[in-house]
């Protein structure tokens, strides 16, 4: 399919292991300009830190890759999400024959056919007043709107950075802010269920299930690179109404608020 062709640039989506990292500086070699591969916050890992973390709080010359591991069983490339991905940034990183860049995006927000169910999620407890769980020290996180992460990848698809880039919306977002809004638009109640051993990652919290968006650990990047760069990022507060009104919306659930 692509015997014979070059590009300009190759926005990768669908790179998830280094396996796959491996196959596409084989492909692209001596085809492509620049290459910008869809990254991820989650690449950082169980850094827990007081302040946003800068691109450099990740070292990809120590990451040890192992394209030997079961990385073509979905269940097992699920549970490694973020391993998958710093190991692919790591084998760029060592012997990129193009230009190449990833982007960390932080926890996307927004948009009609949200098929994680993330915020629904919150919506349908909210508007029922049922419980949702949370680690006793629950953290905020960094995030972005669906259409400005959009806008971020085509701008650095024209770019010519290198190297790993942050990026996401400015202000972090707790998930008491989250129920505030949904709160605002459908009435109902938020009710937080404290799990105990919240020292965990996303999702889990002491081996008990707590709810997406709640973290035990800082969850934060910085995005100045970006800045520098020239991008200009809106803040959370901006489009936060707008996120929510679109799970609501999908779920049913419009003009239910108070």
Request: charged fraction near 25%; aromatic fraction near 10%; hydrophobic fraction near 40%.
């Amino acid at each position: 399919m692509l015997a014979g062709r070059s590009f300009d640039v190759v926005l990768d989506q669908v790179c998830y292991t280094p396996r796959q990292a491996e196959i596409a500086l084989r492909v692209f070699a001596g085809r492509v300009r620049r290459y910008v591969m869809t990254s991820t916050v989650e690449v950082y890992g169980d850094e827990d830190s007081p302040v946003p973390l800068p691109e450099t709080a990740l070292d990809l010359a120590s990451v040890v890759v192992d394209t030997g591991a079961p990385w073509d069983d979905p269940e097992f490339r699920d549970a490694h999400y973020g391993e998958g991905k710093r190991q692919a940034e790591a084998v760029f990183a060592a012997g990129a024959p193009f230009a190449w860049s990833s982007v960390r995006v932080a926890h996307v927000l927004g948009g009609d056919d949200d098929f994680t169910g993330r915020l629904d999620h919150y919506v349908r407890r909210v508007r029922d007043g049922e419980p949702i769980a949370v680690p006793a020290v629950n953290r905020p996180a960094t995030y972005v709107y669906v259409e400005e992460i959009a806008a971020f990848l085509a701008w650095a698809v024209e770019a010519d950075f290198t190297g790993p880039v942050n990026a996401h919306s400015h202000g972090l977002l707790h998930t008491a802010d989250l129920c505030a809004e949904i709160e605002r638009q459908v009435g109902g109640r938020t009710v937080f269920r404290e799990v105990e051993g919240g020292e965990g990652g996303p999702g889990e919290a002491g081996g008990e299930e707590i709810s997406p968006f709640s973290f035990g650990r800082s969850y934060g990047m910085d995005n100045s690179r970006a800045t520098e760069l020239g991008y200009s990022f809106t803040h959370s507060s901006a489009w936060l109404p707008r996120a929510v009104s679109e799970a609501v919306r999908a779920a049913g659930l419009a003009g239910a608020g108070r």
